[in-house]
């Protein structure tokens, strides 16, 4: 399958999608603290989503049940909102969102603290972060993939910690996930070679722990030895300027997250 290349009229709708994103990710960011409930914050960007144009982009994807993936310490993606899962204070959780705009998707992820954490937790979600922060400026024309990959391996693997290897980062654009995959490892000058108009969501998903991972049902994956995880992620377009961040504000500088 052909790597679709996005002209600018499209990477501004995806951009538009993504600022979607990023305002009720911030909104969801700020109200994370002990005692909501994972449902908690899918009701509240429902209310949210209700609001603006478009859709959720994972509500009804391969029949997957909710607008939110909220996936609590060891639980490494696609954990699903649920009444019972309350957050308690020095956990760390996930939420990844999507909205399809205008028909076209952007996808963003950020790992947030429920009140104190223990600063070795702290630090996976620093390192992840930076991983991606890392990866992002290897975004670049004349990259390739193995580039980025490589970014956030040999960072995140110089702090101790290991990348998962099951799940992947991923071009995206008129569907979820579209060609070509990316890693979180690799070889520098390997893969692909990036061309302006490629977008591709970039996702660091980072084990404390070893990189192993099991299903505990269909959609839920876990590290394997009971680790926590991290999982930072933005929707990122190659232009002649350099990487562009499709979800966030383009007045934003600094840490992606």
């Not at 910690?161 to 070509?180: A, C, L, Q, W």
Request: hydrophobic share 35%; net charge negative.
């Amino acid at each position: 399958m052909a790597i679709q290349l996005r002209s600018a009229e499209e990477l501004e709708k995806m951009y538009r999608a993504g600022l979607i994103v990023h305002e009720i990710l911030t909104e969801l960011r700020e109200m994370v603290r002990p005692g909501l409930t994972t449902m908690d914050l899918e009701k509240f960007a429902e209310e949210k989503i209700a609001g603006k144009p478009g859709k959720a982009a994972f509500k009804g994807y391969r029949d997957y049940p909710c607008s939110l993936c909220t996936s609590v310490n060891s639980e490494i993606v696609h954990g699903i909102p649920s009444q019972k899962r309350k957050l308690r204070e020095g956990d760390i959780v996930s939420i990844d969102f999507g909205m399809k705009v205008d028909g076209y998707y952007a996808d963003s992820a950020v790992t947030v603290p429920v009140g104190q954490i223990r600063p070795e937790v702290k630090k996976l979600l620093d390192v992840t972060r930076e991983s991606l922060d890392r990866a992002i400026d290897k975004m670049r024309a004349g990259n390739r993939l193995g580039d980025v990959g490589h970014a956030v391996q040999s960072w995140v693997e110089q702090h101790g910690y290991s990348v998962v290897r099951e799940f992947v980062g991923h071009g995206i654009g008129t569907k979820m996930h579209d060609e070509p995959n990316l890693p979180n490892y690799g070889e520098e000058g390997r893969g692909t070679r990036l061309q302006e108009g490629m977008v591709i969501a970039v996702e660091p998903m980072v084990n404390a722990g070893r990189p192993e991972v099991r299903m505990r049902d269909e959609w839920v994956a876990e590290t394997a030895d009971g680790s926590p995880s991290a999982h930072f992620e933005h929707t990122v377009a190659v232009t002649a300027n350099g990487p562009w961040i499709l979800t966030r504000p383009k007045e934003m500088t600094g840490p992606s997250w």
